[in-house]
């Protein structure tokens, strides 16, 4: 577009009864330099549902064209030449949208109607805007594009009963008949989609905070009802303001007040409008706050909001592609600011770890929503937008350090007027590459840590390869870039390669003497750092190309340090998080060693066994007060211990001991006692043990009524789990349910699933059947018959040496040292395949009914069911066995068969190709990592 604008003066005449406002907008045209002296006779504006009803420029009328589907206004002024700084006038009429639920969207500008607290009626109006991205063209003619800055001069004419808002500061206000017409200071450059005004019968509390040149700023909180309610708010505003005005970007902000309005409805939590922030009111009327992590959250989204003044508001970004860096800047500034961030376990455990897992494995480039050209909010701002930046500001931060970043960035504030690219910060800094590196790569760099010598260091090839990457080693030297790296920096001396977690990059423990060391000095690290290490363990642990005997001795190692070391009588916190990852890891390894019994016994004696009993499980359940597991992550190990030890075969004191308790964790959940209540997070854990050993039907279908309404089961839940609480009940039943042995239990199941068939997600319920397949099941009425034939347990046996040993019982009973099998026989494999086989033509036949409404979600199910009945059915054998090869060709018949009665619309063909190949890729993994390394590695 040849014209953009310099300034905007603009004047509303809003009337609160009329479903329009009147608007009169002069424009002062700016055209690029290299056109000055062209004849140009066309603009284009943006323009949104607006009528014009006058347009002029220097007394020319222009010819008039909307063009509807773009939102555009073009104006033709056929004898004119439009002139830099030419003054463009137009008076239109503008929409006043209605929102009165939640479902409707807001934009342009909008009024709602909000309960009066005196007269009990809907009758105080709130009127207000949102622009974000492209809805100030629904407010004035404009262009509409977040690279294009101007001034705004803004006044508005409304009913003298209101108090009306804007993003400058009020310097005129006139009464006349009723109405007032208030003017507002100008605003400096700033893209049209962050002005804003609010009129309405709001109150307000204020405070005023003395600035660094004496000034006084006033900071005002403004709501239609309950404003008692903003004081938490406003102390938070009245803290955080000083800090960034004074300290941080002193001399830049140009208003002497910021405004907070709180809105009944605005589509989004909240918007930065300059000098008028806005909000979604119930985010902040607060009467009492009941929880320090709900005080949190407002000071986080207070700062934020008050974050983006300067970066986001006065320094812009030149594309709606870059809104993951404006958001993700507000948000790292906001956590540096509220120091706890950084260390708050349940912050780094819901948003923090996730991203900075997701972005150690991937570039920022595939994390990377669609926003160049996101229509709405809803699409541009995904959650994932305000974080994925963070970890990078980090890493570029801990390499420069803060003082250069903020210095840097104040080139930038003085020269606001010109939106960036978020690059250009790097670049500034000198570390262009950098940047590259997150946007372009498809990985985070592997620094592979090998022996040199009777030393360690990092590999050189990788040294070479990342040279341009910033490596922080846990020595005091820590911005060191791995090119930079000498031989004595990278020496024996130094156990930890990415200190807290700094670097974007994953640490791959590839040498004995290395690990030994960590694992000794393990106490000098932080959490951060450690957590950091058995991320890249487990994202190693999962990837079957990567994975090496190193990562499972790192794993086995660590836990066994923190099971058995005489010196960590109890386990410092800190560990909490690492140990629940190496946990997991550990249920991976577990698995592999099925066949290993002697292995299996190891992990129970050297690890599971003593931290078992240092987590002292049942006594926390039994003293149970508020802050018995206030760290998030003791939950997740109790949990997974209790699921790491459900092994009846290899039966233990603590085996028992973990039997006992779970059993008395599911009474409790369903009974009120032996535990009064019982925290979510370990039902999982406990209930998988229980299902294991369970073999009584009645317990078993106690427990599956549970899936079907959570809700009385509520009250002995030990956290208050919100509104949901059932719901999230009823799923961890769904998940851990599975995994029982007994034959009749595991036919049940099936059953269950069948006659539940249009369920979502009732598939889950056969997650624990993946895991026991090559189990075989157990047949305790058999059992029942042994006990009462007084004969011991002796082996395990298939089915046919059963039946004959159970006709020589018959005769001979009373002999006592008669050799009996405990097994029938059946593998929970084969039961689940033949359950699978008999079933399918029932299922798929409604499945395929055409236009009903549940048969696309029966069709859903039943392939899903299809996948995990294939993996169940492929478990345990190597991709190169006879026996694999039968199995996979009776799916792959299977399949032919169905599709020549149903049609090949569902593609069971490429279902089972995916399971068949994820099946041959983890066969690499570390399954033959664990099968290869037959030197056991704990000691
Ligand atoms: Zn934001």
Redesign the pocket.
Known sequence: MTFSASKYDLYFNIDHTKTHFEGTCKITLKCKIEQEEKNESVIILNGNELVITECRLNDTTPEINYIKKDHLIQLSFPNGIIKNNDVLLIKYLGKLNQIKTFQDKTMGVFKTNVMNDQSGKADSIVISTHCQPYHASRIFPCFDQLHLKAKFKITIETNDRFKVISNGSVIVRELRDGLQIVEFSETPYLPACLIGFSIGDFQFIQSEVLTSSNTITTLRFYSPLEIEHCTFALDIATKYFPILNNILFPTYYPLDKLDFVLLPFLSDM?M?NFGMVTFQMDYILLSSITNPKQYQQLEQLIV??MV?QWI?DLLTFNSWKHLWF??SF?TWLANELLEYVWTSPDYLKTHYFPTISQLSTHSIKDTLPVAADGKSTDELFQPQS?IKGVPMLRELIGYVGKENFIKSLDTFLDDYETPIDPKSIWCNLGVENLYNWFIASKESPIFHIRDEGTSWGIDKSDLNRFGDVPIFLNKEKENTLASLLTQSENDAKNILYNKDMLGLYCVSYESANCIDAFCNRVDELNEQSLYKVFQDLLYFINTPSKVNNYHVDLCLKFLQKMSCDPCMESIDEKFYHSISIALQILQKIQRSYINSDCKLIKIRDKILTPLYMKFKLRSKLVELSDTVFRNPFELEIHSQLLFLLKLPELDSEIVSNAKTLSFDILKSLMRGSPFKKVPLEIIGGALANYSRFLTDALEWKKILDIMKNGRPFVCHLLNDAGSNAHVAIQNVIIENIGYVIEHELVEKTLKFVYTNIESTSIEMLLFGFVYNACHKVVNSKQKKQEKEGNVQRSGRNNRKSLTKRNNKSKVNNMNTTMFVPLYSGEYVKDICWSWFALNFDNIARRACRKGSPTSEQLNKTLKNIFMVIAEIYLSGLSVTSEEYRKNSEKLKNFVVAKNCKFGDEMDLKSLLDTVENEKRVNDDGLKKVCIENEQSLLV
């Open positions: 909240a930065e934020h909001e983006h986001g404006n958001e507000a305000y």
